[in-house]
């Protein structure tokens, strides 16, 4: 059955939601598919001690102040997960799931979007699908040798899994630092954290807002045509939360060189020496989950598709939202996404008034 409406907004995570919510305010015809079977977005699946870089009121969607979670400055997945709940509820926002989206297609002066459900006929789509649902492993020598157990940061959720055994995580980003922090400080788990390059921590007092402000000012800066600020980047890799800056401090938290290959039952460094392990966690990124839109033919260098703002470049009636940076500043973040969800909706208006 093919079905109308204005827009369709692909993903009910955050971005999702935050585009919903401006949609809404544009009153314009919107259903929001949602291939999860309960809110949250990937919230909902992270591990057990992970939490916010940012207190609550600094975390929030448009419209919809999150409220602080009581006994915890930085609140947890758990909490983000009933605000969303609350969100979606607050704003009445119509959110289709489980619906998985399976292709978008040109069909004259509409999109169609083929799910596993229904067919959606629509002027406009904003694909917020995000990147979780799309790890990414690197082509290390040796991966397919080794015999031990092998996760993405996706598929990681407590400490208490590895007892007994030695862990290697890879990666030294926010998700790497967080987990080996996390393995560090349960007995009996036997840690080896490896990063590209030595960890560079950001000051104990930088959070969250911090980052935002930072991102913000350096599209600010590109959109004007001055020299790049180097962003986020430029602070460094990881935020000092309490877990992280605490088996830091105790000296637990020390990292190795990256391996060059993997054996059998282990890892080994250019030097020959070798170590043990029972399992690799791999906290190495994601790519943008984009393959819904590949008949479109959009997609650029990297995988991303180009776009103006939030738009592509390729077909006026798309838009990206909450991919990262590419697609507003801070856009993957709680705070950041509500601005070019907004301006993703004022465009939609605009388009759909001619």
């Known amino acids: ?40 977005g990937a919230w909902q699946h992270t591990w057990d001690s992970l939490h916010l870089f ?100 996706t598929g990681y959720r407590r400490p208490s899994d590895f007892a007994g055994q030695r862990v290697v995580v890879v990666g030294g980003g926010n998700s790497g630092a967080q987990i080996a922090a996390d393995l560090a400080t349960h007995d009996g788990v036997d840690p080896t954290w490896v990063t590209q390059r030595p960890p560079r921590f950001l000051a104990d007092d930088v959070d969250g807002r911090a980052l935002f402000d930072a991102a913000t000012a350096r599209r600010r ?50 030097d020959g020496t070798r170590a043990a392990a029972d399992a690799v966690i791999w906290c190495t990124g994601f790519r943008p989950a984009l393959s819904h839109l590949a008949a479109l033919g959009l997609r650029g260098p990297r995988g991303h598709i180009p776009t103006h703002g939030t738009r592509a470049a390729g077909e006026p009636r798309l838009h990206l939202l909450g991919y990262g940076d590419w697609t507003g500043p801070a856009s993957a973040t709680l705070i950041g996404v509500g601005r070019p969800a907004r301006d993703a909706a004022a465009e939609i208006a605009e388009l759909l008034s001619r």
């Open 1 to 40: 059955m093919t079905r109308q409406t204005d827009v369709v907004v692909i993903g009910g995570g955050q971005a999702g939601l935050a585009a919903g919510y401006h949609l809404r305010r544009k009153k314009l015809d919107f259903v929001i598919l949602d291939a999860q079977g309960t809110p949250g």
């Open 54 to 153: 940012s207190p609550a009121a600094f975390s929030s969607l448009p419209g919809r102040i999150m409220p602080a979670q009581p006994g915890h400055e930085y609140p947890d997945a758990g909490h983000v997960v009933e605000y969303l709940r609350d969100y979606e509820q607050r704003y009445e926002l119509p959110v289709h799931r489980p619906v998985r989206v399976q292709q978008v297609r040109r069909d004259g002066d509409r999109l169609r979007v083929e799910t596993d459900k229904d067919i959606w006929s629509a002027r406009a789509v904003v694909s917020a699908t995000g990147t979780w649902w799309r790890p990414f492993l690197p082509a290390t020598p040796g991966r397919n040798d080794f015999v031990g157990r092998q996760l993405h940061t």
């Open 221 to 270: 800066a590109l959109d004007e045509g001055h020299t790049d600020t180097g962003g986020v980047a430029s602070l460094g890799d990881i935020v000092a939360v309490p877990p992280v800056r605490e088996a830091r401090d105790a000296g637990l938290l020390k990292a190795s060189p990256m391996f060059t290959r993997l054996t059998a039952d282990g890892i080994e460094w250019a």
